[in-house]
């Protein structure tokens, strides 16, 4: 038996018996709730971002879309998601947009944008920048596109775009969890496939499952809404992370011959 083959059926395992755990365990609702203020290491007591932040904020923005050199300027960068609203957790994520005009891109703008997108995956991937303990994560936001936050700072102008509101919360809990073993039911099932290519095809089509799944559940019911919970308990509890080591794991597989056969 080759290495390879001896590595893989020991990843099986410990996948399998980590998934088996996550099934058991008690999911985790406490940090989807309102909390009192603005997160306070982040904003003042006014509602006002602490310069300091805003400054370093802009900063890297900035520096990103230059290094993009796509010869004209963005029209803003926001500051968004659980920290730009009173519902953000030690689990928040500095959620810093530049807003550009997608028209500017030419002709291809669709396919420019697609491509710039991959390569901002790329820069949060090699990055580990973090405010106050919360990691930053670029976006690339077209100003026309849809955008289902209830929160919205512009760091450019030092003013609410979008001013949050707190709200009384009620998470369907009990759906919450049946969507969520669901789906790592299927991860599990996934993994017990030996057809590399057949795992690679299926965890495509899982993954544009859940994505088309959460923009259903944004648009319709908002932050709040069961499927955006359950995107997020798939994220933080690393099922969107492992449904992406298993696809690299089979495609490295397919196409790795041990020495031993040669």
Not at 50 to 76: P, Q, V
Not at 218 to 244: C, P
């Amino acid at each position: 038996m080759g290495n390879n083959v001896v590595k893989k059926l020991l990843k099986e395992s410990l996948h399998i018996e980590s998934l088996l755990t996550e099934l058991n365990d008690e999911l985790d609702f406490s940090s989807f709730k309102m909390n009192d203020d603005l997160q306070p290491d982040i904003w003042d007591s006014e509602g006002n971002i602490k310069e300091d932040i805003r400054t370093n904020l802009i900063k890297i923005a900035d520096d990103y879309w230059k290094s993009l050199d796509l010869g004209f300027d963005y029209e803003d960068i926001t500051l968004t998601g659980s920290l730009a609203n009173y519902n953000w957790s030690k689990y928040s994520d500095v959620d810093l947009h530049i807003i550009f005009d997608i028209n500017k891109l030419g002709d291809n703008k669709e396919m420019v944008k697609d491509l710039l997108d991959v390569k901002t995956r790329k820069w949060n991937s090699d990055h580990d920048i973090t405010i106050k303990g919360f990691e930053v994560e670029l976006y690339l936001q077209p100003e026309d596109q849809p955008h289902h936050s209830t929160g919205v700072y512009s760091l450019t102008n030092s003013d609410w775009v979008l001013e949050p509101k707190k709200e009384d919360i009620s998470l369907d809990k009990e759906t919450i969890r049946k969507k969520y073993k669901e789906f790592v039911k299927k991860v599990n099932d996934i993994e017990k496939d030996k057809n590399n290519q057949s795992v690679i095809d299926r965890i495509d089509k899982l993954k544009d499952k859940i994505k088309k799944m959460r923009k259903a559940g944004l648009e319709t019911g908002g932050e709040y809404s069961v499927e955006n919970i359950v995107f997020k308990l798939l994220r933080r509890n690393d099922i969107m992370e492992k449904l992406g080591n298993l696809s690299t794991n089979a495609y490295d597989d397919e196409y790795t011959i041990d020495e031993e056969l040669l």
